[in-house]
């Protein structure tokens, strides 16, 4: 449901003053950040076209503009790895496991803490 949607079901119910004042504020709130996403979708089409690296990446299937970007900006140098395997376990979170305890590093929403 976008934000149309929802202030047009808006307009049809009966609701307070100031709980429609509020939810008018959120909409128009939700439709800035909707047309800066797609703002900023449109900057990283253009970055990706203009770099063979994300063009060549964008060829595997499922790995969209932001992927492609995301993981070249996230690679230092791709002749770091030897192998897919190596690329593959950079990417992946540390495990640290001891005996049959098995522990995995973390990824928060923020993305890998790595530097």
Not at 13 to 35: C, G, K
Request: without cysteine.
């Amino acid at each position: 449901m976008d934000a149309t949607t929802v202030a047009i079901d808006l307009a049809s119910v009966v609701l307070p003053d100031l709980l429609r004042l509020a939810l008018s504020l959120l909409i128009d709130e939700v439709r800035t950040l909707e047309a800066r996403v797609a703002e900023i979708d449109q900057h990283l089409k253009r970055v990706a076209a203009t770099r063979p690296v994300a063009q060549r990446l964008q060829q595997v299937p499922g790995v969209g503009v932001l992927t492609a970007t995301a993981l070249e900006s996230a690679v230092p140098h791709i002749r770091a790895f030897r192998r897919g395997r190596d690329l593959a376990s950079w990417l992946t979170p540390r495990e640290s496991s001891t005996g049959g305890r098995r522990s995995l590093g973390r990824i928060s929403k923020r993305g890998d803490l790595r530097g």
